[in-house]
């Protein structure tokens, strides 16, 4: 499974920015995590294979919305009102299950990533 991010820039505090992962066939749970040196890589958004079921960080809430294309193919990650805190590489993941998790070990297919830079 091959997975591709695109539409990561920069942009000030504020804005906002449209993320797209375009798999290379259909995946059940699909989810983008983000992640800075040093640190953990920590989920962003999911979206379980039916569809009807979206989580997202307590710290992207409200601000942040996931959805994907009927084909399960596309994912994409609308971002706004961004904080510099949203700095860091995004990156779409996908695991063969209908229901999706967390933790990053639980996912084994991943795209290169993204950046994502947000200034004051």
């Known amino acids: 499974v091959q997975l591709e991010e695109t539409g990561g820039d920069v942009v000030q505090a504020g804005g906002s920015l449209k993320l797209t992962c375009v798999a290379s066939?259909?995946?059940?749970?699909m989810a983008w995590f983000r992640q800075n040196p040093g640190q953990e890589r920590e989920a962003v958004a999911t979206?379980?294979?039916?569809?009807?079921?979206?989580t997202y960080a307590d710290s992207v809430k409200e601000r942040f919305i996931l959805s994907r294309d009927i084909r399960q193919k596309t994912l994409r990650l609308q971002m706004n009102n961004l904080k510099p805190e949203d700095t860091a590489v995004y990156y779409c993941?996908?695991?063969?299950?209908?229901?999706?998790?967390?933790?990053?070990?639980?996912?084994?297919?991943w795209g290169q990533g993204t950046q994502v830079t947000v200034s004051e």
């Open positions: 066939y259909a995946q059940q749970c």
């Open positions: 993941a996908a695991r063969p299950y209908l229901e999706c998790a967390n933790k990053f070990d639980a996912y084994p297919y």
């Open positions: 979206i379980n294979g039916d569809g009807d079921t979206t």
